[in-house]
């Protein structure tokens, strides 16, 4: 390595120079114009840099982070939601396709058939055992029926002749007036 | 300016504060928000160099510490760490977006018109502000990061090196890149 070549490693480093090393410089940089530009331009631009002042955000700033926190949370919420579903839908999907593949194996087949006979039958015994017990309700639900219709139409006569009244007492008086 | 000195210049964020704002208190949030909000500001705008842009980087990187505050690790330095995300984001912006040179020469046009009603001295700074614009906007975004971090932000190359993810070696090779560039682009703008 020339001195060329050291002075010019010497000031891109930023090393701290030996007290020989600074004397070297400093006599190179003396003569060798090129190196002298070198660290003249990097004294100028770091210079520059370092005398820069701060940029500061346009006032409000924490106001408008307030305001972008809270629709942002919101965003968030709802995307985790979606995702939620996503995942249980992704789950029972993948739950529902390896037990069709399970049950639907040539081995499975015939246990499967006669589980599903055995599971249709248990509902429709459940659906009968309900019919029977409803029965025995049949007659007071009946009543409490008719009841609330009798009830209900009571209701809209009394209000359709209580508005009518309403409205005929206050053209009297606007007539009066 | 060290992490030292910066965290003191900045509004006095206690660590109980920063330990709020952990578990999930926005009002303790807020306030590291407004004590921070000009060194991240600083950051984007001196990466980006765009009022907007560095407005939406800098609202990004308090919504990204906000959302991951769970990950910072207490032992460190809270400035380094949200600086670091600050820098992250806006290296990956400056990556989507390549800066055209031409727009520098336009915007040259922009801040000084002709006749220039403002005066000498404000004309000298806006001259000061494209200088080192058209310095910045030439380098590399990481050299550009670990630049505004040092001779800015006074950070040693370890920090550096934690703030960008990268080696100590790496840190002293681009700067010594960077500097060189810099050396070059001085004596154009000049």
């Known amino acids: 390595m020339n001195t ?54 346009a006032p409000g700033f924490s106001v408008r982070w ?51 006979s055995d599971l249709l039958k248990f509902i429709s015994v459940q659906i009968h055992q309900l019919g029977t017990i409803l029965s025995v309700f049949k007659i007071p639900l009946l009543f409490i029926g008719i009841g609330s219709i009798l009830l209900l139409f009571i209701y809209i006569i009394v209000a359709t002749l209580s508005t009518l009244t309403i409205k005929r007492i206050r053209k009297g008086a606007d007539s009066h007036e | 300016m060290s992490v030292e000195k910066l965290e003191r210049t900045l509004i006095d964020i206690s660590p109980e504060v920063i330990e709020q704002a952990k578990s999930g208190d926005a009002d303790a949030f807020a306030l590291i928000v407004e004590a921070y909000q000009n060194p991240v500001y600083n950051l984007c705008y001196r990466m980006l160099y765009n009022e907007g842009e560095a407005e939406d980087a800098a609202q990004e990187t308090f919504w990204k510490a906000w959302s991951n505050f769970i990950k910072y690790d207490s032992n460190r330095s809270f400035s380094t760490w949200i600086l670091s995300i600050a820098a992250h984001y806006c290296i990956d912006q400056q990556r989507k977006r390549r800066v055209p040179e031409t727009e520098i020469d336009e915007s040259m046009e922009e801040i000084i018109p002709e006749k220039s009603p403002l005066p000498e001295i404000e004309v000298s700074r806006k001259e000061d502000e494209l200088r080192l614009k058209r310095l910045l906007s030439n380098l590399n975004e990481i050299d550009r990061a670990a630049v505004i971090f040092r001779y800015w932000y006074d950070f040693s190359d370890h920090e550096i090196a934690e703030n960008l993810s990268i080696s100590e070696s790496a840190v002293k090779s681009r700067l010594f890149r960077a500097r060189k560039e810099l050396a070059l682009l001085w004596n154009e703008c000049k």
Not at chain 1, 6 to 23: C, G, H, N, R, Y
Not at chain 1, 30 to 40: I, M
Request: glycine share 2%; with cysteine; hydrophobic share 40%.
């Open chain 1, 66 to 116: 307030q305001q972008q926190m809270i629709l942002r949370t919101k965003e968030k919420e709802k995307t985790d939601l979606i995702h939620r579903i996503l995942k249980v839908s992704a789950l029972i999907s993948v739950l529902s396709i390896s037990s069709c593949l399970v049950f639907f194996l040539p081995g499975n087949l015939i246990k499967t058939a006669l589980y599903i």
């Open chain 1, 4 to 57: 060329h070549e050291m002075v010019e490693k010497w000031i891109l480093d930023e090393t701290a120079l030996s007290p020989e090393e600074s004397l070297q410089m400093k006599e190179h940089l003396a003569e060798c114009h090129r190196c002298y530009c070198l660290y003249q331009n990097l004294k100028g631009s770091l210079t520059c840099i370092k005398q820069a002042p701060e940029k500061k955000p």
